[in-house]
């Protein structure tokens, strides 16, 4: 039994998952490359201020998932691991003075978060996530293009039967008068509200409609609609991302009870669901609008909208389906020797084929050549590269193994015999 363990709530990635971890992730740059997201990486902990100002303080978040750092002496400021990007996000957007850049900027982070969470399927203590965010755009178009990258990145990850959710949850004009509506509904049942919920009611009282709380549904069916609430400006906007939507071909639905979890949201909200699979637990990503967020962190009032996409959850729901999440490439070529104790010759023509760019992988346990084309069969590799007497002319053996075939080829020749062959696909 092993001494050490990985933290509760955390894993090992071994190769084939971190291969999986790693196309989702290739996949997500891709995407943000072709509708222009900017690269960003932002550090991996914060001031505590930065989530509890940004996120709120009567969040899930923030009340109980955050990752705290304890401080080295009482003058240390505090810190806490980044349980989400955006809030990172816009704090480095306030610092760095982007809102003198043009308008609006873009930006996309790939990266594990944290959460001291309960642990269970699907839901890590360190996860990864897909974050985009476009600030300082504050038309409804941004709104759609956000919400149809989330649905692209599905479709290419062959995540089959992706639903889109939508609702707007207003704005300071007109959410509180629907506040006003929820606490007075919410009261008159203040004896069934478990306790927590009896305290989001006098803090934040739209929380009460994402609570996780089974005891919760009945009331929440029940609640007043947001949607009915809306001022002119938000029904106007929301009508318009739905126009967008319709016009890119992007199927939805309008969930009025869908808040997302996190208090700088306004307006538009979005999440993304496997059909049949639409639990509370069971979002695969989601994200809204946040207009106020620069301005809680100390920029100017600024319009913003992004998402974040669970990679973790991605994986778990290919694995559901049977679809293949990844496999490690194979090596193009696997150098073998008839000679086991040469390990050095071996060592040198996998240097010189790797210097060309080629993957290659090299035998250097000394054993007979059998076992070492053994080796390169099970490393699935296209090509042997034997090493043997005809290195004295300059030659190598080039044993193709998917064709079976085998031929002499000058060392000279070799790098580029095998990046043809790597670009054709061609046997040897």
């Known amino acids: 039994m092993p001494s050490f363990r990985a933290p509760r709530g955390t894993r090992d990635l071994l190769p084939e998952t971190r291969a999986g971890l790693s196309r989702l992730e290739s996949l997500a740059r891709s995407l943000a490359a072709r509708y222009g997201y900017r690269e960003l990486e932002i550090p991996l902990f914060e001031q505590t201020a930065v989530f509890e100002r ?168 029940a609640a007043p609609r947001i949607t009915e609430s809306l001022c002119e400006a938000c029904a106007t906007h929301f009508e318009a991302v739905r126009a967008h939507l319709d016009a890119l071909g992007v199927a939805y639905r309008v969930e009025p009870t869908l808040v997302r979890g996190l208090d700088y949201y306004s307006r538009t909200a979005f999440e993304y669901y496997r059909s049949g699979a639409e639990g509370q637990q069971q979002a695969l990503g989601g994200g809204g609008r946040y207009d106020g967020l620069v301005e809680l962190l100390g920029g100017r009032h600024t319009p913003a909208i992004g998402f974040a996409l669970g990679l973790d959850r991605v994986l778990l729901a290919l694995e559901e389906v049977g679809a293949e999440v990844a496999r490690e490439t194979p090596p193009l070529a696997f150098v073998v020797g008839a000679d086991p104790a040469d390990t050095a010759a071996r060592l040198r023509v996998a240097a010189m084929l790797r210097a060309e760019g080629l993957s290659v992988r090299v035998e250097l346990v000394p054993r007979k050549l059998g076992r070492q084309l053994e080796s390169a069969s099970r490393e699935h590799a296209h090509f042997a590269i034997i090493i043997g007497d005809e290195l004295t002319d300059g030659n190598v053996q080039l044993k193709d193994l998917e064709a079976g075939t085998q031929r002499l080829v000058p060392l000279t020749e070799l790098a580029k015999d095998l990046a043809r062959a790597a670009k054709s696909h061609h046997h040897g």
């Open 54 to 221: 940004g996120i709120g303080e009567a969040t899930d978040v923030v009340e109980k998932e955050l990752f705290r750092l304890a401080p080295r002496s009482e003058e240390a400021e505090s810190w806490a691991l980044r349980p989400e990007a955006t809030a990172g996000v816009v704090r480095a957007y306030v610092q760095h003075g982007m809102q003198t850049w043009p308008q609006p900027v873009k930006f996309s982070v790939v990266g594990p978060m944290f959460r001291y969470d309960r642990p269970q399927a699907g839901r890590y203590r360190q996860f990864w996530q897909w974050d985009v965010e476009a600030i300082g755009d504050p038309g409804p178009g941004v709104d759609a293009e956000v919400i149809e990258l989330g649905r692209r990145f599905y479709v290419e990850a062959g995540v089959p039967g992706v639903q889109v959710l939508v609702n707007s949850i207003g704005d300071s004009v007109c959410r509180p008068v629907y506040l006003d509506r929820l606490k007075e509904y919410f009261g008159r049942h203040e004896a069934a509200l478990p306790e927590l919920e009896l305290r989001r009611l006098q803090v934040n009282p739209l929380r009460l409609l994402d609570s996780k709380d089974p005891a919760m549904a009945a009331l929440v069916a």
